[in-house]
């Protein structure tokens, strides 16, 4: 965690040439895309955007779209296109952009399939305790990443690491993504992206998934969210020191099939990039080179 009291060990996600390494003090990754495959065409365009804009800045993208999602507010809710054409559209994102991808898994028989594709594999916050679930993500032969449920504490996620270290997990990243606060709403505690760091593993800010307002959708059949905040508190997260963000973007939220109101627009990834990069570097330039503490 750059900026934070450790220094987090590398993760290398995926094996191609677009491999991403986050963590380690190497560049703020990326983990992006629309919440759900709604269409294969859909992922191809937002990727291809992505990895222009990713690599114009030298960042780390791996690709993120959930093929499944399971939990849903209402029965009516959008869960995905079938995973067998889900999981194919996220298959030729990776073959064509070369980039690695990240995707939801929520039982222990989704994992191998899911895991034939996927290069990270995200345990959903509602999840994170699920001990079988955990151990078979680690025991896939691909990284894992643990979003921290909204009723945990940060310190709670020593335990989940340590599931996941036991299984022989290949690589591990935390991820925060708010947490409950009375009903219909979530907070973000800066602090907690320090204590998970403790663990020694990357930490992830979820910039989208934060600014949820849960249940609190037309008619509470969907989750409602203010993107207002996406940019002042990815900020607040990046000079605290994580390494890596998360975020859901979709080319026109308003029609998007899931998470409308949170998924950021594709237009506005440029300028959230530069925002970021900006603090990430006025962070390294106001914290003391090893050879200045050692002389302190």
Same mark, same amino acid.
């Given at each position: 965690?750059?900026?934070?009291?450790?220094?987090?060990?590398?993760?290398?996600?995926?094996?191609?040439?677009?491999?991403?390494?986050?963590?380690?003090?190497?560049?703020?990754?990326?983990?992006?895309?629309?919440?759900?495959?709604?269409?294969?065409?859909?992922?191809?365009?937002?990727?291809?955007?992505?990895?222009?804009?990713?690599?114009?800045?030298?960042?780390?993208?791996?690709?993120?779209?959930?093929?499944?999602?399971?939990?849903?507010?209402?029965?009516? /809710?959008?869960?995905?296109? @079938? &995973?067998?054409?889900?999981?194919?559209? =996220? $298959? #030729?994102?990776?073959?064509?952009? %070369? +980039?690695?991808?990240?995707?939801?898994?929520?039982?222990?028989?989704?994992?191998?399939?899911?895991?034939?594709?996927?290069?990270?594999?995200?345990?959903?916050?509602?999840?994170?305790?699920?001990?079988?679930?955990?151990?078979?993500?680690?025991?896939?032969?691909?990284?894992?990443?643990?979003?921290?449920?909204?009723?945990?504490?940060?310190?709670?996620?020593?335990?989940?690491?340590?599931?996941?270290?036991?299984?022989?997990?290949?690589?591990?990243?935390?991820?925060?993504?708010?947490?409950?606060?009375?009903?219909?709403?979530?907070?973000?505690?800066?602090?907690?992206?320090?204590?998970?760091?403790?663990?020694?593993?990357?930490?992830?800010?979820?910039?989208?998934?934060?600014?949820?307002?849960?249940?609190?959708?037309?008619? /509470?059949?969907?989750?409602? @969210? &203010?993107?207002?905040?996406?940019?002042? =508190? $990815? #900020?607040?997260?990046?000079?605290? %020191? +994580?390494?890596?963000?998360?975020?859901?973007?979709?080319?026109?939220?308003?029609?998007?099939?899931?998470?409308?109101?949170?998924?950021?627009?594709?237009?506005?990834?440029?300028?959230?990039?530069?925002?970021?990069?900006?603090?990430?570097?006025?962070?390294?330039?106001?914290?003391?080179?090893?050879?200045?503490?050692?002389?302190?």
């Amino acid at each position: 965690m750059n900026g934070g009291r450790i220094l987090a060990r590398a993760v290398t996600i995926g094996d191609g040439p677009r491999r991403a390494v986050i963590g380690g003090g190497g560049p703020l990754g990326v983990l992006a895309g629309p919440c759900v495959v709604e269409s294969e065409r859909l992922v191809m365009e937002t990727c291809e955007q992505l990895v222009a804009l990713c690599d114009a800045r030298g960042l780390p993208l791996v690709f993120k779209s959930s093929y499944r999602k399971a939990n849903r507010s209402s029965i009516k /809710g959008y869960t995905g296109p @079938g &995973d067998a054409e889900g999981l194919a559209a =996220l $298959a #030729r994102v990776k073959r064509e952009f %070369g +980039v690695p991808i990240v995707t939801d898994v929520h039982a222990v028989d989704e994992v191998q399939r899911a895991a034939e594709v996927a290069d990270l594999l995200q345990v959903p916050a509602f999840l994170s305790r699920q001990t079988d679930l955990l151990i078979a993500c680690a025991r896939s032969g691909r990284a894992v990443t643990v979003k921290k449920g909204q009723f945990l504490a940060p310190d709670d996620m020593k335990q989940v690491v340590a599931k996941l270290e036991s299984a022989g997990a290949k690589g591990i990243l935390l991820t925060e993504r708010g947490a409950t606060f009375g009903y219909h709403n979530l907070v973000v505690d800066m602090r907690s992206l320090v204590l998970m760091a403790d663990t020694g593993w990357p930490v992830v800010y979820d910039v989208t998934h934060s600014l949820q307002l849960p249940g609190a959708g037309e008619g /509470g059949e969907s989750t409602g @969210g &203010d993107r207002r905040f996406a940019r002042p =508190l $990815a #900020r607040a997260a990046v000079a605290v %020191g +994580v390494d890596a963000v998360f975020f859901e973007t979709h080319p026109d939220p308003a029609r998007a099939l899931s998470d409308a109101a949170t998924q950021l627009p594709l237009r506005d990834v440029p300028a959230l990039l530069d925002e970021l990069v900006a603090v990430r570097a006025a962070l390294a330039g106001a914290l003391p080179s090893s050879e200045q503490r050692e002389r302190a």
